[in-house]
């Protein structure tokens, strides 16, 4: 199956700092989505982005479909962007709906 | 409008029972996934649904079954539960198949003692 690959795996940060998160992917996809696991489990979805640059506040995505990577922007970071942020890709099959997830980094922003 | 509801929140079972978790799709979609979360192996494909028929399967024992009713409702059952079945299951629900948007429930905690 498709490979997900997340990087950092964990990343502290200093409250209004920035960074970049990483989702390398081994094949084509037909959808990349950006997840935020809150502290009681639910996935927030961030993005839906297949390709291309999307921006909502102070995050940021942008999909190369072609390179097969996909880049989340946290800007000016904040205290309640800690937890676990997870790229997940759904391979191009017809072979029914299943998301790939990679394991996902752990965020800790310090005050 | 509601968004992916599932029930029960938290679970306690003791190993050899059986369970049956309860997902309720965003209204009008109709596929419905499955996916089990564990500190060691991550977030892994149980199954997925669409119009009562499992499309995909992931690679899990025969214990772990689902079914999807005609309002797109779906349940999942974890039989024999083993220590190792502790673990949040969580549902998605898009409108189709294929390259759609995924929204997530809240997740069942299920823990087996």
């Known amino acids: 199956g498709i490979q997900v690959e997340q990087s950092p795996p964990d990343l502290i940060l200093q409250e209004g700092a920035n960074s970049t998160l990483r989702c390398n992917f081994s094949d084509s996809v037909n959808n990349l989505q950006w997840f935020h696991q809150n502290p009681w489990g639910q996935l927030i979805n961030l993005f839906y982005i297949p390709s291309g640059t999307k921006q909502n506040g102070r995050l940021s995505a942008t999909t190369v479909a072609t390179e097969r990577y996909s880049l989340l922007y946290i800007s000016s970071s904040q205290t309640t962007d800690s937890g676990v942020y997870f790229c997940a890709v759904l391979a191009n099959s017809n072979s029914g709906y299943a998301l790939n997830f990679g394991k996902g980094t752990s965020l800790l922003v310090t005050p | 409008k509601a968004g992916v509801t599932q029930t029960p929140r938290y679970l306690i079972k003791t190993r050899g029972q059986q369970v049956t978790l309860s997902c309720s799709p965003i209204s009008g979609h109709r596929s419905v996934s499955w996916y089990q979360q564990t500190p060691g192996q991550g977030l892994q494909f149980l199954f997925e649904y669409f119009s009562e028929t499992q499309r995909n399967k992931g690679n899990f024992p025969g214990r772990f079954s689902g079914r999807q009713f005609s309002n797109s409702r779906s349940e999942m059952n974890v039989s024999t539960l083993e220590l190792g079945d502790s673990a949040l299951y969580l549902c998605?629900?898009?409108?189709?198949?294929?390259?759609?948007?995924?929204?997530f429930g809240q997740g069942t905690r299920l823990t087996v003692v």
């Open positions: 998605a629900s898009s409108l189709l198949q294929g390259s759609t948007e995924a929204f």
